[in-house]
């Protein structure tokens, strides 16, 4: 766990290629090492490598299938890599195990993650809803703002429609 924290500190200060090194000797030893998977997958995803960072995410989701932060990390990248659709269904896959163990963490992010997606579909209404329930849930002001920015959105595609 030592090694992991350190890789995350490296991280953290922004000395990616050290934490990326050390992240690459922990998963040398543990593979399945989710949260080391996770930021490994953040580190290549913020260096804009979008397929290596969908691998680690993909084997993040394979190692801890029951867990919203792996499937919700897979959404966020799909989202990135501009494919909303598959991103939207490992967003509602995320979506729906929050009820499960310590998922429920996650909840802000996973909707927030549904909420870019629908938004970029301009699927605005359903976009707007899911940001709702999300903060009847859990109060989060990101969640919020950008609840109002697709309501604001909606507006302006329904005065495209007249």
């Known amino acids: 766990m030592v090694a992991f924290e350190d890789a995350r ?3 953290a200060r922004g000395r990616s290629a050290e934490a990326s090194q050390a992240l690459d000797r922990l998963l040398e030893d543990e593979p399945a090492h989710v949260p080391a998977l996770l930021l490994k997958a953040q ?3 913020d260096a ?3 397929q290596d960072a969908l691998s680690f995410y993909e084997r993040a989701r394979r190692a801890a299938p029951a867990s919203a932060e792996t499937w919700n990390g897979l959404a966020r990248c799909l989202h990135a890599l501009g494919r909303d659709e598959e991103a ?3 967003g509602r896959q995320a979506l729906s195990l929050l009820g499960e163990g310590d998922n429920f963490r996650h909840a802000a992010s996973v909707y927030l993650t549904l909420v870019w997606c629908l938004r970029e579909m301009r699927h605005y209404q359903e976009a707007l809803d899911l940001a709702s329930e999300g ?3 859990c109060p989060d002001a990101i969640l919020a703002q950008w609840a109002s920015l697709v309501e604001e959105e909606l507006a302006e595609s329904q ?3 007249c």
Do not use: C
């Open 48 to 50: 804009r490598e979008g």
């Open 43 to 45: 580190l290549r995803l």
């Open 9 to 11: 500190l490296l991280a």
């Open 135 to 137: 903060l009847e849930r």
């Open 88 to 90: 939207l269904d490992a």
């Open 159 to 161: 005065k495209e429609e």
